[in-house]
C-alpha cells in the first residue's frame, strides 16, 4: 500500500513468520481501507 502510494520506493516486506488465520486476513484487509485516507504522499521540500 505504502508503495502504490508513493510513499517508499519498493514494497517488499519479508514474509510473515506465521501465516495469518482467514479471520486475520479480512482484518487485515478491514484495517488497510479504514486506514488508507491517512496516508498522503510526502511535501515537496521545495514548496
Wanted: glycine share 8%; no cysteine; hydrophobic share 45%.
Amino acid at each position: 500500500m505504502l508503495e502504490q502510494r508513493g510513499l517508499i520506493a519498493s514494497g517488499y516486506v519479508r514474509p510473515p513468520l506465521i501465516a495469518p488465520t482467514e479471520p486475520g486476513l479480512v482484518k487485515i484487509k478491514q484495517l488497510l481501507a479504514l486506514g488508507e485516507d491517512l496516508l498522503s504522499p510526502l511535501l515537496d521540500e521545495k514548496a
